[in-house]
């Protein structure tokens, strides 16, 4: 009787155990940590960070967990953090911004693999300890003008861009129009600039503020590079390019650069379904995901 209960519960209590080692094994690991700070989390979104911090740790199988620092922290405050959140980690990523604080780190932890994200070019500053995870720039405007295209229909594309944008960049752009036999150059404007009118628009992209645009509440698709969250962008609004720390990391974290070399990844693309024709976004899901091919 006893031994035919056993042999009842015994697939049960052996799935337990595994997920049990399983969890053990998870939880023991070394973490991933990303520095990250007050005012990126505010934009962001907290719950959204949360959600992005499991789906992150259960692809690597280990926790990707953020140490969460003042603006106006400095190198040594921000390594004490990190201290704080774990003393041997797997990996520490700092964001371009934190640069010195990602150098007096590894200046104290030198066998602690170091990487530092941001930007769209694969620049070391000579400062060989640092791996570096850029923007693939090229790619993002790519299928940038592959999405513009579909939502443009046969009106004009309005790219709003901040400050220099290489002419490299300008023909990743009208490559991917051309790819979707889109009639018609791209209207590029400086973002500190305006333009008043919008009369044959049919879909604007925004690489910068975009405040000044958005804030006018048309009902013009729009395709953003931001790092807000979703939640707080207006129905225009049909696909967002992420290039977050967070993003980028997602992406590059199961290969991350050695000390001392590059890697260029994509933005994160997110379809904002639901506000328009579905139909659409099914395409916009698979055009997302094309890869530019250099000629």
């Known amino acids: ?159 709003f861009y901040d400050g220099p944008l290489q002419n490299e960049y300008r023909e990743a752009f009208r490559g991917g129009l051309l790819a979707q036999e889109h009639a018609g150059d791209p209207v590029f404007l400086n973002s500190s600039l305006d333009s008043s009118s919008y009369t044959g628009i049919g879909c604007v992209v925004v690489d910068g503020p975009a405040s000044k645009f958005l804030e006018r509440n048309l009902k013009i698709p729009v395709i953003l590079f931001s790092w807000a969250d979703p939640a707080i962008t207006p129905r225009s609004v049909k696909l967002i390019f992420d290039d977050s720390p967070w993003a980028l990391v997602s992406q590059a974290i199961k290969s991350l650069p050695t000390p001392g070399e590059g890697l260029a990844v994509p933005s994160e693309p997110l379809v904002l379904l639901g506000k328009g024709d579905k139909k659409d976004f099914r395409i916009i899901n698979d055009l997302v995901k094309v890869k530019f091919e250099k000629k």
């Open 1 to 159: 009787m006893v031994i035919a209960r056993i042999r009842k519960f015994l697939p049960l209590l052996i799935v337990l155990i595994i997920l049990s080692g399983a969890g053990g094994t998870f939880y023991f690991r070394p973490p991933v940590l990303i520095v990250t700070d007050l005012s990126f989390v505010k934009l962001y979104g907290t719950f959204r960070l949360t959600v992005k911090g499991i789906k992150t740790s259960l692809a690597f199988f280990r926790r990707v967990a953020p140490v969460v620092v003042a603006e106006s922290a400095g190198p040594d405050l921000m390594a004490l953090a990190v201290d704080g959140a774990s003393k041997r980690p797997e990996a520490v990523v700092f964001p371009s911004r934190y640069l010195e604080g990602a150098r007096f780190y590894k200046e104290g932890h030198e066998k602690i693999p170091v990487f530092v994200t941001g930007g769209d070019e694969l620049k070391t500053s000579g400062d060989a300890s640092l791996g570096y995870i850029a923007t693939d720039t090229v790619q993002d405007l790519y299928r940038a003008g592959l999405c513009a295209a579909l939502l443009a229909g046969a009106d004009k594309v309005l790219f």
